[in-house]
C-alpha cells in the first residue's frame, strides 16, 4: 500500500512542477533558487529542506522522468502481447514519455549535452540504463522464447540494444538541441535513424 503523501512531500513535488514549467520556459541555466522561492512564496530554507542545489533539483527532475515512464513501462510487459509488439510499444513509451514533457526535456537536453556537463550526462544516462535495461532483457527473452528473435545472451544483447539506442538518441539531439551553422536536413535525420533501427534489427536477429 502506497504510503499517504505528506505535507513536505507535497512541498517537494511543487518545487518540481515550478521547476519543470521554469526549464521549459528559461532553461536549466536560467533558473536560479530565487525564481524557484518567489514562484512559490517559500523561503529559501524551504528549498534546501529538499534539495541540497539547482544540481540536486535536476537530479530529482530526471528521476521523476523515469518513474513516469517507468510506470508505463509496467504495463507494456504486464499486457498479454507478442514481444515485437511489446518491444514497439517500449520505445514508443520512452518517445511518449519525453514528449509529454517535451520542452522541459529539450532544456535539459541541451544542458546536459554541452561538453562541460559530460559526467552529469553519463550519470543520468546510467540510471536510466540501470531502471530500463531489465525491462527490455525481458521483452528480448520472451522474443527469443517464441522465436522470432534470435541471439544467445538476451541480457548482454539488452544492453548493447540500449547503448546503440543512446548513440542515437545523441546523434539525432545534438543537431536539433545545439545551435549549429549547418542544420540537419529531413532526409538526413531519416538515414541516422534507420541505420541505427538497422542494427538493432540485425542485433536482435528480428525482421525488419
Known amino acids: 500500500m502506497p504510503k499517504p503523501r ?8 511543487e518545487f518540481l512542477d515550478l521547476a519543470e514549467e521554469l526549464f521549459a ?3 536549466y541555466e536560467n533558473t536560479s533558487v530565487d525564481r524557484l522561492i518567489s514562484g512559490l512564496g ?12 539547482k544540481s540536486d533539483l535536476l537530479d530529482a527532475a530526471l528521476e521523476r522522468l523515469l518513474l513516469r515512464a517507468e510506470a508505463q513501462l509496467e504495463e507494456v510487459l504486464a499486457a498479454k502481447a507478442p514481444a515485437l509488439e511489446k518491444l514497439q510499444k517500449f520505445i514508443v513509451t ?7 514533457n517535451r520542452m522541459s ?3 535539459i537536453g541541451e544542458f546536459l549535452l554541452q561538453d562541460a556537463n559530460a559526467v552529469l550526462l553519463v550519470r543520468h544516462r546510467r540510471a536510466a540504463r540501470d531502471r530500463f535495461v531489465p525491462v527490455l532483457t525481458t521483452i528480448i527473452e520472451q522474443g527469443v522464447g517464441e522465436g522470432d528473435f534470435h541471439l544467445d545472451n538476451p541480457q548482454l544483447v539488452a544492453q548493447v540494444v540500449w547503448e546503440i539506442g543512446e548513440a542515437m538518441e545523441e546523434a539525432l539531439a545534438r543537431p536539433l538541441i545545439l545551435a549549429t551553422d549547418n542544420p540537419i536536413e529531413p532526409n538526413q535525420f531519416l538515414s541516422i535513424y534507420n541505420t541505427y533501427v538497422r542494427a538493432i534489427e540485425r542485433l536482435i536477429g528480428a525482421p525488419e
Open 6 to 13: 505528506t505535507r513536505s512531500d507535497s512541498r517537494k513535488e
Open 25 to 27: 520556459d528559461l532553461g
Open 42 to 53: 517559500v523561503s529559501k530554507g524551504a528549498f534546501y529542506h529538499h534539495f541540497k542545489s
Open 94 to 100: 520512452l518517445d511518449s514519455a519525453t514528449k509529454q
Open 105 to 107: 526535456s529539450l532544456q
